[in-house]
């Protein structure tokens, strides 16, 4: 398996330039893709790249629906005020143009002759046009020969030769676009993009592949693509460049940023990336937070081995898979069976998994009921003789229903599988229910419920694990769903009389820990809070 090498081509080491966002410490280009189906709409929307700060567009000319080459091109380039990339993709390619070859290329040639500063031709034709442009190319047109494979992500051999292959063209720029089937694809990319001595665009598409629009600024990519809108993309995956700027501090990273980020599956809701680059932000530490959208927890930290991949905060489904792949787990990590926190040694690459979440939610639970019976903080726990309900029995369930124990509560799992819930009431010493019978389950009144499985979780929040009428005998409800911040089972307790805590509680509350973890720093608790009081 390719582990990957933290060395960094060195035509991008140490190199800083001024920009609208202060220093920058990479000379990655931020591209936006214009796309649009005439003429004046490209020009309007090259102002708003201008605006956003890019620094160059790319003309997708096989998105105009009528095309005058020798009026428009000549229009195009005079009126946008950034550096332009001309772009007319074929059919077979992957875009949308599916006229005359020749006629293709002369437009391209057109482009070149009038100003271009980019053209982008596909591998498949580039020896022959390379040829027919020989001791014509204006000085500043580079030309870029491009590789779009939407199947997959070759091996590293393959896309060496690749590289070759298309050096042999005479390119001045090296393009290859694969696609992503799990994100470890994305570590050849990144390995072929350090050892290449050429200028190179290095793109694995797909949300797997979003690192590698992203990373690029700290492998020394030639240049990534960030679209001027959410959602109208060229191509799968693609950032906006307000996330690329705003979220993930594109400019700031270089090749010593540190990379932490959060691995799960489903991932793309999570707010951690938020939460952790404005924080790194504000402190000034080198670091890049971002989605890694994982299928196989263990080969993923195997491939993803140097130290520059520092460390990782776990989600569903592999705080559990994730203890296993670590050489050391803290004993209440250990304990619940989970780990939601991994960090890496920076001398021995040895991995250190600890357990984040126990505390952030028993925190959260326990202040709201002192809130609701005016119990001071300094009379025990108020979960003390509790029966504290937990549904679900994967790792933050593990997590609160070993926190409640540890606070002398009563615990009992509730949980889809009965087989399961059992299980983990033996580890802990509780009762076990089914899900299915949790509706009928109410022995006394003032219960604790707390829900750790993802019912109700966005995009599905009309459900919820337990009906509204069974509500009324739980004194507080707790849900560790944040996305929305008020999910269905909270409304309905909330209605039916219960107390309730929100998962962003306890997010922000593991979230303080890890930040201490990943940084050596203390956490912004007032930063934290003010950044999530927005969603």
Same mark, same amino acid.
């Given at each position: 398996?390719?582990?990957?090498?933290?060395?960094?081509?060195?035509?991008?080491?140490?190199?800083?330039?001024?920009?609208?966002?202060?220093?920058?410490?990479?000379?990655?280009?931020?591209?936006?893709?214009?796309?649009?189906?005439?003429?004046?709409?490209?020009?309007? +929307?090259? =102002?708003?790249?201008?605006?956003?700060?890019?620094?160059?567009?790319? %003309?997708?000319?096989?998105?105009?629906?009528?095309?005058?080459?020798?009026?428009?091109?000549?229009?195009?380039?005079?009126?946008?005020?950034?550096?332009?990339?001309?772009?007319?993709?074929p059919?077979?390619?992957?875009?949308?143009?599916?006229?005359? &070859?020749?006629?293709?290329?002369?437009?391209?040639?057109?482009?070149? &002759?009038?100003? =271009?500063?980019?053209?982008?031709? &596909?591998?498949?034709?580039?020896?022959?046009?390379?040829?027919?442009?020989n001791?014509?190319?204006?000085?500043?047109?580079?030309?870029?020969?491009?590789?779009?494979?939407?199947?997959?992500?070759p @091996?590293?051999?393959?896309?060496?030769?690749?590289?070759?292959?298309? +050096?042999?063209? !005479?390119?001045?720029?090296?393009?290859?676009?694969?696609?992503?089937?799990?994100?470890?694809?994305?570590?050849?990319?990144? +390995?072929?993009?350090?050892?290449?001595?050429?200028?190179?665009?290095?793109?694995?598409?797909?949300?797997?592949?979003?690192?590698?629009?992203?990373?690029?600024?700290?492998? !020394?990519?030639?240049?990534?693509?960030?679209?001027?809108?959410?959602?109208?993309?060229?191509?799968?995956?693609?950032?906006?460049?307000?996330?690329?700027?705003?979220?993930y501090?594109?400019?700031?990273?270089?090749?010593?940023?540190?990379?932490?980020?959060?691995? !799960? #599956?489903?991932?793309?809701?999570?707010?951690?990336?938020?939460?952790?680059?404005?924080?790194? #932000? $504000?402190?000034?530490?080198?670091?890049?937070?971002?989605?890694?959208?994982?299928?196989?927890?263990?080969?993923?930290?195997?491939?993803?081995?140097?130290?520059?991949? =520092?460390?990782?905060?776990?989600?569903?489904?592999?705080?559990?898979?994730?203890?296993?792949?670590?050489?050391?787990?803290?004993?209440?990590?250990?304990?619940?069976?989970?780990?939601?926190c991994?960090?890496?040694?920076?001398?021995?690459?040895?991995?250190?998994?600890?357990?984040?979440?126990?505390?952030?939610?028993?925190?959260?639970?326990?202040?709201?009921?002192?809130?609701?019976?005016?119990?001071?903080?300094?009379?025990? $726990?108020?979960?003390?003789? #509790?029966?504290?309900?937990?549904?679900?029995?994967?790792?933050?369930?593990?997590?609160?229903?070993?926190?409640?124990? +540890?606070?002398?509560?009563?615990?009992v799992?509730?949980?889809?599988?009965?087989?399961?819930?059992?299980?983990?009431?033996?580890?802990?010493?509780?009762?076990?229910? @089914?899900?299915?019978?949790?509706?009928?389950?109410?022995?006394?009144?003032g219960?604790?419920?707390?829900?750790?499985?993802?019912?109700?979780?966005q995009?599905? %929040?009309?459900?919820?694990?337990?009906?509204?009428?069974?509500?009324?005998?739980?004194?507080?409800?707790?849900?560790?769903i944040?996305?929305? #911040?008020?999910?269905?089972?909270l409304?309905?307790?909330?209605?039916?009389?219960?107390?309730?805590?929100?998962?962003?509680?306890?997010?922000?509350?593991?979230?303080?820990?890890?930040?201490?973890?990943?940084?050596?720093?203390? =956490?912004?608790?007032?930063?934290?809070?003010?950044?999530?009081?927005?969603?």
């Amino acid at each position: 398996m390719a582990t990957l090498n933290p060395l960094i081509a060195s035509s991008s080491v140490g190199l800083k330039m001024e920009t609208g966002g202060g220093m920058r410490k990479n000379p990655t280009l931020i591209c936006a893709p214009i796309m649009a189906d005439s003429i004046d709409k490209m020009v309007i +929307q090259m =102002a708003k790249a201008k605006a956003s700060t890019a620094d160059l567009v790319e %003309i997708r000319l096989d998105s105009l629906k009528s095309f005058n080459p020798s009026e428009d091109l000549k229009l195009l380039i005079q009126q946008c005020p950034l550096p332009t990339l001309f772009t007319y993709r074929p059919v077979w390619e992957g875009g949308q143009y599916d006229g005359d &070859e020749k006629e293709r290329l002369d437009v391209l040639r057109l482009a070149m &002759e009038l100003g =271009a500063d980019y053209i982008d031709v &596909e591998l498949k034709v580039a020896d022959d046009f390379i040829k027919s442009i020989n001791g014509k190319k204006p000085e500043k047109t580079k030309v870029i020969v491009s590789s779009h494979n939407y199947q997959n992500t070759p @091996s590293v051999l393959e896309l060496g030769n690749l590289v070759a292959r298309i +050096q042999s063209t !005479g390119a001045d720029i090296v393009k290859i676009a694969t696609t992503a089937l799990e994100i470890t694809d994305v570590a050849r990319i990144f +390995q072929i993009m350090v050892h290449t001595q050429v200028p190179i665009i290095g793109i694995v598409m797909g949300e797997r592949g979003l690192i590698s629009r992203i990373l690029c600024g700290k492998f !020394g990519g030639y240049l990534t693509f960030g679209t001027l809108e959410a959602g109208v993309v060229s191509a799968p995956g693609q950032p906006t460049i307000e996330d690329l700027l705003n979220l993930y501090n594109f400019r700031q990273l270089g090749p010593d940023t540190k990379v932490y980020g959060i691995i !799960g #599956k489903p991932v793309g809701h999570s707010k951690s990336p938020i939460l952790y680059n404005q924080a790194f #932000k $504000s402190a000034g530490f080198n670091g890049v937070y971002v989605h890694l959208l994982v299928d196989d927890v263990a080969k993923f930290l195997q491939t993803y081995s140097s130290t520059d991949f =520092a460390g990782f905060s776990c989600t569903i489904p592999h705080k559990e898979a994730a203890v296993k792949c670590c050489d050391e787990v803290d004993p209440i990590a250990k304990s619940i069976g989970a780990v939601n926190c991994i960090i890496r040694s920076q001398n021995d690459g040895k991995l250190f998994g600890y357990n984040t979440d126990y505390v952030g939610a028993i925190s959260a639970i326990e202040d709201g009921l002192r809130a609701r019976y005016d119990i001071n903080s300094s009379a025990g $726990s108020p979960l003390a003789g #509790k029966l504290f309900v937990v549904i679900g029995a994967g790792g933050a369930g593990k997590a609160l229903a070993y926190g409640a124990k +540890q606070k002398g509560a009563r615990v009992v799992i509730a949980n889809r599988t009965y087989e399961r819930a059992r299980e983990l009431a033996d580890i802990i010493g509780g009762d076990a229910l @089914s899900l299915a019978d949790l509706a009928h389950f109410h022995p006394e009144e003032g219960m604790i419920l707390a829900n750790t499985t993802s019912i109700g979780m966005q995009p599905n %929040i009309d459900e919820t694990p337990v009906p509204k009428d069974a509500l009324k005998y739980y004194s507080l409800v707790f849900d560790a769903i944040y996305t929305p #911040k008020i999910t269905r089972l909270l409304r309905e307790a909330e209605e039916s009389g219960a107390t309730i805590v929100s998962g962003l509680e306890m997010f922000i509350g593991q979230a303080y820990e890890q930040y201490e973890r990943f940084t050596g720093l203390p =956490a912004p608790k007032e930063q934290f809070r003010k950044t999530m009081s927005k969603y």
